[in-house]
């Protein structure tokens, strides 16, 4: 059973709710500001935000001097205090566990590592325990209720139920409820691309934004939308599999059944299988590709430049359908994005349908404890309450 925990944030209305929301991702903010951005009157900003100065979450830093438009009395910026509350995130993988603690703000303070012997429940499980156990020492400990799980595949967050991980072979395991059992932490568990969308959304690029779509490019292509501030998870929880929208007929066959599709041609493995096929080399390595595409080899750089060609016609897709205000491409295969950006770019330019094509296209590598940190925010947002449209 979960540790109680008698001093945790007093979200007890969706009021309280959005104004701690609204102080967590865009403070330090006045309550006058808060009131504009939130619709809700100053006199309910001030009613949310006292249990959470009471409770140690928010302070009232000092005033600035300066009067809001209409009020009486300087405007005290209200802030969060991020560590009144610790968080652990883990990203489970085929290979390892990657963990970090991050503070409120999700904001990294730890981080540990293990190799997984095997994807046997049960190991999994103490392993996940045990790391849990090493990162949170001290005051970490004492201020840690939560633990956000991030695995790639279906994962069911309502019921914690890992339904299918192709990498780790589960079918319908209950990993929240084991996981608490283990750890004595309140568990929430999210697919991996979700989850770093709700870091972005909170703590990134996403922060002000109503819409926008996080892409990720690497072993798989992933995406999740975040439209109206919240997650889509589609009827069948499978909404934004950019990866298999498909953009080539008759191109290559798709481990998903399909042809054609974007991750048949832009993952790293549909790279390195068209680069060897170019080659005429069966043992050519991915870096030996990389390195000779930079030095100019036109083949190679043609393999890069289809696999850009093939992701900026499913980024053009999302925004033609969606709309998002930004995309966030990020993801292992961008260490290598010299190689493709331009192509889609390119692409995305002659493909984006009017207007759309002003969304800001932002391109960035992903560290791979930022997985980690995204299932720390995930672990954040239980606070709250259903986060999904
Ligand atoms: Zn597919």
Redesign the pocket.
Known sequence: MPRSAPARAPITSPAAATVFTTVLTEGPVSRVDVARRTGLSAAAVTKAARPFIEAGYLEELASEGRTAPGAGRPANPLAIRPDREYFVGVKITGDDLIGVVTDLRADVRAGAHHALASHDVGHVVQALADLVGELLTGTLRERAYCLGIAVSGDVDRASGVVRYSPFLGWRDVPLAELLEEATGLTVTLENDVKALAVAEQWFGEGVGASSFALVTVGTGIGSALVVNGGLVRGAHGVAGEI??VPVADGGPS?H?G?QG?V??IASTEAILTRARQVTGEPGLSMDDAVTRARGGDEPLREVFAGAGHAIGLGLAALVNLFGPERVVVSGEGVATYDLFEDQIRRTFAVQAFGSAARCGLVIRPLPFEEWARGAAAVAVQSLFASDSV
């Open positions: 990866g298999h798709c998903c399909g599709c991750e048949a």
